[in-house]
């Protein structure tokens, strides 16, 4: 199993900037692709970003241009620098694992704790 650690959240000014971090351990070899969701309150959890092992990216389309993911050098880290944050951004911030790159996105792995992202405006 991989388990998932998530940091980074906070309070932000609308306009502001965050920078999350997502750690897996555990099976991490079956990891391929990691990504990002988040859920605000009352609303389904919903795709933020994500990256596959060979770079390739999906965003949603309210988070393009202001949203960037990366992988760290080791193959169980994942980031999401968060530009331009506007109020409706506020949820807490998941991240999780897929085997392979398909659509739509097939998280594998229990989901972490999460980190809150609020925005004040």
């Known amino acids: 199993q991989v388990q998932l650690v998530e940091s980074g959240g906070g309070l932000v000014q609308a306009g502001g900037s965050l920078r999350l971090s997502c750690a897996a351990s555990?099976?991490?070899?079956?990891?391929?692709?990691m990504g990002w969701y988040r859920q605000a309150p009352g609303k389904l959890r919903e795709l933020v970003a994500r990256i596959s092992s060979g770079g390739s990216t999906n965003y949603a389309d309210s988070v393009k241009g202001r949203f960037t993911i990366s992988r760290g050098n080791a193959k169980n880290t994942v980031y999401l620098q968060m530009d331009s944050l506007k109020a409706e951004d506020t949820a807490v911030y998941y991240c999780?694992?897929?085997?392979?790159?398909?659509?739509?996105?097939?998280?594998?792995?229990?989901w972490g704790q999460g980190t809150q992202v609020t925005v004040s405006s």
């Open positions: 555990g099976s991490i070899a079956s990891i391929s692709t």
């Open positions: 999780n694992t897929e085997i392979g790159w398909t659509w739509p996105p097939r998280p594998q792995s229990r």
